[in-house]
């Protein structure tokens, strides 16, 4: 495809969604991908370097002079461009910013380089459409006009008063509906819903999806509408959060894809493994102390794993629905009652596999004693192991850490040590040994 | 708060979002919560509904009349209405709808219920603004007015020919910007996403997060318009999506909450547990197998559940990456690469882990040759696990079945059994037992 015919490439780039280019220049050489993006019409150029993948748009960018950086910053919205800008290395954000030659949308930018990336004043755009409520719907119209040129989209029109203080919004259809002669202090909703900068992203989604709102105006301390943030950045934002919590569950610490390096995925599954590595220490050391029952009664040491995986599935399942209730904040009712109702759900659970167990083994092994002691140990393994992970997620919780970290290989490998410890020690009891 | 004082709640309460008010009518019992419902301005009412829990909607619908239900359901948008007349008993629905006034508004919502809930066509709602290719702006500008009091929020304007096929849209904002006698089809934009009826809505999900859509229109097999999605509910779609994927992983095999009875909590959590069971006896029956080996090397049978924990994590954190990148779209590459990689990964890990291990163990035991079969058999046991987590689930997505299922219990379980297995068989060849 690549290298001659640059007019018929180009005239085919222009007809396909930037989003599905980026996807092509994603899987392109460096090189290729220059070449490519050389090619394209500036302001789709600028909508592809945002959907690159972070470490391509970084080599492109390297390969850009700052003159045309700045070119395509211009294009962009002020919250994808300061993404941009954020991403660049410190000694050349200077030049490309005074490269930006309206002075306004530049200064924009570096207002919002100074918000945390984790916070709303990190996700928000300045391109917004604002109105004072002193102004008719006639000087209004006019003013909105000028503004939307530089708005993709128009959601909502803000109303502010002098100070730029946030006093509510007009919505597009009920100005269209309204005679021209009005003053917007008459006709705008006093009420709107609105974050403050330093709103978590989390926040602002639950917010947003909760009232269903498709843009939210930002303000600062001060109550002054300083930027509005959009539901596409928002779906993004629920997305990542998923993520992060499932590959949490499943053991893995940062974010990585499938496609990074050996060494990035080392690094984010490593710390997991180890800590298995060291509760499966703890487990064979629990073993060893019960060494002398081994040639008496070796089969509880075959029925070890069996033990270990009921008690980290259970710690898994409790917690998992812990974590997400947490997070949609559909708790409802004390730690207490929410221990009881664990303990009676693994209480039903444990005697129905315990039951299954014990006929299981006595058929198998003929000896009932030893089966009845292996599944009485199973359930009361099952009732700790619901409880722990209950309690873990919801205690971190209170102390204001992400009780996602309790989920996976850290329930697992606490519910493993416990679980054989509780087992062998209650099989002892009741065998008599 | 409640009982008296009717005319002070009833002020309090329309002050109130209605997402809040259903927070807290979900608390309250069946009585309260109808005696709240009745004392809301109607259009309230039904938005309140639409944000209700399941089983608290249907116990107070049950104490409404048809007429108002049907009141309620001319109130809301026709895809939240179909919805709720889609959980309403069979014998009542009937009736319901002939009490509808609107016609046009019930037969809309007579046409969504056809559709397949899991589908764009069960997501869409019937409210749009569409304009005919052969207006001018003049009588556009005057239908939409006209259509526009149906539709909450107005995003994209579609435009369609004499036969309701789609052409493409109008910006609101490009027509604030026309002279209004121009033709529509001079102005329209002929290019526009849009997605069949029989779309899955993670599809749908997909293409407008992918393009940044704030709503997509709908059309059938004959590519006529036949409604439009929001992104609000596709915010829903994808934490619902996040969340199915996220207990799946969890082995809860049902869309079930904290606060579901625990009934519906035992139907989710115990097949998985089963499996479990069958997984441990498994495990039992090769150890049992093996028993030849406890009187000489009984610490061997000391690290099974190690060795079982190890299997499970390096599974599990394999098996996300791939589900992940799967639900993503961003694998790239063929299987056998990403078994390649994916082997080199788990060598690494393994290696950096059984050193470890063996240094433990031999300083801790005094047994080199012993430490030395356990931890060479750990490295084989993670390459394999990472392996079959790669594996699996990449050939359920060949065959169509989701591969989230490969998560969690299952890929525990069979790991769990495989990885004991060969740890055996390696310890008792390196041993030459």
Same mark, same amino acid.
């Given at each position: ?21 980026? %996807? ?74 005074? %490269? ?35 102004w008719n719907v006639l000087?209004c ?29 007009l919505?597009?259809?009920d100005l269209?509906t309204t005679s021209t002669k009005s003053h917007i202090s008459d006709v705008y ?245």
């Amino acid at each position: 495809i690549e290298d001659q015919k640059n007019s018929r490439l180009e005239s085919l780039l222009n007809e396909v969604h930037y989003a599905d280019i980026a %996807e092509i220049i994603n899987e392109l050489s460096e090189e290729h991908a220059t070449y490519l993006i050389k090619l394209l019409d500036s302001d789709k150029t600028s909508d592809v370097l945002t959907e690159l993948d972070e470490d391509v748009r970084e080599a492109i960018l390297n390969n850009l002079s700052a003159k045309e950086i700045a070119g395509e910053l211009e294009e962009l919205d002020t919250d994808d461009a300061a993404d941009i800008v954020g991403e660049l290395p410190k000694e050349i954000i200077h030049e490309v910013i005074s %490269e930006i030659e309206d002075r306004e949308h530049a200064k924009d930018i570096v207002d919002l380089l100074r918000y945390d990336e984790n916070s709303a004043g990190g996700l928000m755009a300045k391109e917004l459409v604002k109105v004072r409520e002193s102004w008719n719907v006639l000087t209004c119209v006019k003013e909105m006009r000028a503004q939307a040129e530089n708005v993709t989209r128009v959601h909502s029109i803000y109303v502010v008063d002098d100070n730029d203080k946030l006093k509510g919004r007009l919505s597009l259809k009920d100005l269209l509906t309204t005679s021209t002669k009005s003053h917007i202090s008459d006709v705008y909703i006093p009420k709107v819903d609105s974050v403050s900068v330093n709103e978590k992203p989390e926040e602002v989604a639950k917010i947003m999806s909760k009232y269903d709102l498709e843009a939210i105006p930002v303000v600062d301390e001060m109550n002054r509408l300083v930027g509005r943030i959009t539901i596409d950045d928002i779906v993004d934002v629920i997305r990542e959060e998923a993520e992060k919590d499932y590959q949490m569950a499943a053991g893995i610490s940062q974010d990585v894809e499938a496609d990074d390096s050996i060494w990035n995925l080392t690094r984010a599954r490593l710390p997991w493994l180890f800590l298995g590595l060291v509760g499966g220490l703890g487990a064979a050391a629990i073993m060893g102390s019960f060494e002398n029952m081994i040639s008496s009664h070796a089969i509880l040491f075959f029925f070890t794993p069996l033990i270990a995986a009921m008690a980290g599935n259970v710690g898994v399942q409790s917690s998992a629905i812990i974590v997400q209730g947490l997070a949609n904040d559909d708790l409802k009712g004390g730690v207490g009652s929410r221990l009881i109702k664990e303990m009676l759900l693994a209480m039903l659970n444990g005697v129905v596999l315990a039951t299954v167990l014990l006929i299981f083994t006595w058929v198998y092994k003929g000896d009932f004693l030893t089966s009845l002691a292996i599944s009485i140990s199973l359930v009361v393994v099952i009732i700790v192991a619901g409880l722990i992970g209950t309690f873990i997620p919801l205690f971190l919780h209170k102390r204001g850490i992400d009780p996602a970290i309790a989920t996976g290989p850290f329930i697992t490998t606490s519910n493993d040590i416990f679980g054989i410890l509780i087992y062998f020690t209650i099989a002892k009891i009741l065998l008599g040994i």
